[in-house]
C-alpha cells in the first residue's frame, strides 16, 4: 500500500477535473449498482503507464468529446484496497488491471480498456478511442 502523501497529485490530476474519488467498498457497490446513464471508472495507479498514457488520455479525450460520460469516478489501486476490490468485482470476467479504464451504462459494463491496451500506447491515440466509445455510448 502507498502512502496517501505521496499518490495525492495523481489522485488530484483527476479529481480536479470533477472525478469523484471512490474511498470504500460501500461506495464503490453504490456507485455502480445505482447508477443511472453513462459512467467513466478510472482505476488510478502509481506506474509509468498511469502517469504518461492513462490520465492524460482520460483528461485529453473528455475535454476534446462531443458525448461524455454523466459521471467520473476514480479509484486508486495500491491505496483504497477494498474500494478497488469491489469495482473490480463489476469488472468480471475481465482480470485485476491498474490502470484501467471502464465505461458503464447504467450498471452494465460496456467497455473496458486494461492495462495492457494502456502500456506504450500515446495518450492521443488512447483519448481517440476514447472518444469513439463515448460517441458510441453516451
Same mark, same amino acid.
Given at each position: 500500500m502507498y502512502p496517501e502523501e505521496l499518490v495525492l497529485?495523481?489522485?488530484r490530476e483527476l479529481t480536479n477535473e470533477g472525478f469523484e474519488e471512490i474511498k470504500t467498498a =460501500?461506495? #464503490?457497490r453504490k456507485v455502480i449498482e445505482q447508477n443511472q446513464g453513462t459512467l467513466l471508472v478510472v482505476i488510478n495507479s502509481v506506474c509509468g503507464c498511469a502517469a504518461g498514457s492513462a490520465r492524460p #488520455?482520460? $483528461?485529453m479525450s $473528455?475535454?476534446?468529446a462531443? %458525448? %461524455?460520460p454523466d459521471r467520473l469516478v476514480t479509484v486508486f489501486a495500491g491505496v483504497d484496497k477494498e474500494a478497488t476490490q469491489e469495482v473490480r468485482r463489476f469488472l468480471a470476467p475481465y482480470p485485476p488491471s491498474s490502470p484501467a479504464i471502464a465505461l458503464f451504462r447504467d450498471s452494465e459494463l460496456v467497455?473496458?480498456?486494461e492495462r495492457h491496451q494502456? =502500456?506504450?500506447r500515446p495518450a492521443e491515440i488512447l483519448a481517440q478511442h476514447l472518444r469513439q466509445v463515448y460517441e458510441h455510448y453516451c
Open positions: 497529485p495523481m489522485i =460501500e461506495q #464503490a #488520455a482520460v $483528461l $473528455l475535454r476534446q462531443t %458525448k %461524455k467497455h473496458m480498456i494502456i =502500456e506504450g
